[in-house]
């Protein structure tokens, strides 16, 4: 406290000696344009606290306003109001809220289906901590096929979606195989399911079992 004393004796000196304090009120205002700024395209809200009015700092020609913390500009954090010519420095804490979307599904689904722009929609996530791994955009789920079933509402997570199957199992694939100074094609049967880019086994007609990748045409690209 007595700490506090001192500092707030010696800024007052120095207001003083300047002839004229700074209104503080004018720096929360510069501190809610700077979030507003830094926010709109957030989509977050935000509760700016107030100066100790018993501080008195010399009054600034061009106040600068900035993150007190770059890293952390979300929950509880600090906007940092200053004078690099008189070099003073000033925290107003804030509180950041927000707002979050996240994708539900319009109806009850069953694995296998396919997802399409009918089937979901972005809702507000009201408790983040429990929206884990939460789809936030709609681009992220058309088009894949459910891994599980899920009720009308429920939240569409990353793991719940995977892309279609371009081979199946027991069909018949084209094997593109590529080695040093060679290149050669051939027919195959593939033994699993596959989505573009994923790894799949395919035995060859002579019988021998390669891997490869799965690529867009569904063909199997295998390297040597």
Same mark, same amino acid.
């Given at each position: 406290?007595?700490?506090?004393?001192?500092?707030?004796?010696? =800024? +007052?000196?120095?207001?003083?000696?300047? $002839?004229?304090?700074?209104?503080?009120?004018?720096?929360?205002?510069?501190?809610? =344009?700077? &979030?507003?700024?830094?926010?709109?395209?957030?989509?977050?809200? !935000?509760?700016?606290?107030? &100066?100790?009015?018993?501080?008195?700092?010399?009054?600034?020609?061009?106040?600068?306003?900035? !993150? #007190?913390?770059? *890293? +952390?500009?979300? *929950?509880?954090?600090?906007?940092?109001?200053?004078?690099?010519?008189?070099? !003073?420095?000033?925290?107003? /804490?804030?509180?950041?809220?927000?707002?979050? &979307?996240?994708?539900?599904?319009?109806?009850?689904?069953?694995?296998?289906?396919?997802?399409?722009?009918?089937?979901?929609?972005?809702?507000?996530?009201?408790? /983040?901590? &429990?929206?884990?791994?939460?789809?936030?955009?709609?681009?992220?789920?058309? $088009?894949?096929?459910?891994?599980?079933?899920? /009720?009308?509402?429920? !939240? +569409?997570?990353?793991?719940?979606?995977? #892309?279609?199957?371009?081979?199946?199992?027991?069909?018949?694939?084209?094997? =593109?195989?590529?080695?040093?100074?060679?290149?050669?094609?051939?027919?195959?049967?593939?033994?699993?399911? #596959?989505?573009? $880019?994923?790894?799949? @086994?395919?035995?060859?007609?002579?019988?021998?079992?390669?891997?490869?990748?799965?690529? #867009?045409? $569904? @063909?199997?690209?295998? +390297?040597?």
């Amino acid at each position: 406290m007595r700490r506090l004393i001192i500092i707030l004796c010696g =800024l +007052v000196a120095a207001g003083a000696a300047w $002839g004229g304090a700074q209104d503080l009120a004018q720096l929360e205002r510069l501190a809610n =344009l700077f &979030l507003k700024r830094e926010l709109e395209m957030r989509a977050a809200t !935000w509760t700016l606290g107030q &100066l100790d009015r018993r501080l008195v700092v010399p009054a600034c020609h061009t106040p600068r306003v900035d !993150w #007190a913390t770059p *890293g +952390v500009t979300t *929950g509880s954090t600090f906007v940092a109001v200053s004078c690099q010519e008189l070099g !003073w420095s000033l925290r107003i /804490p804030v509180r950041i809220n927000e707002k979050r &979307l996240g994708l539900v599904l319009n109806r009850a689904m069953s694995a296998g289906e396919t997802v399409t722009g009918e089937d979901v929609r972005l809702v507000d996530i009201s408790n /983040p901590a &429990l929206a884990g791994n939460v789809l936030t955009d709609a681009s992220q789920a058309v $088009g894949q096929v459910l891994r599980t079933g899920a /009720p009308a509402g429920a !939240w +569409v997570r990353n793991f719940m979606v995977r #892309a279609p199957y371009l081979v199946r199992s027991n069909q018949q694939v084209k094997v =593109l195989a590529q080695g040093e100074g060679f290149s050669a094609e051939a027919e195959g049967t593939a033994l699993g399911n #596959a989505a573009q $880019g994923d790894q799949i @086994s395919v035995r060859l007609s002579t019988g021998r079992v390669v891997r490869g990748m799965v690529q #867009a045409d $569904g @063909s199997v690209a295998v +390297v040597f």
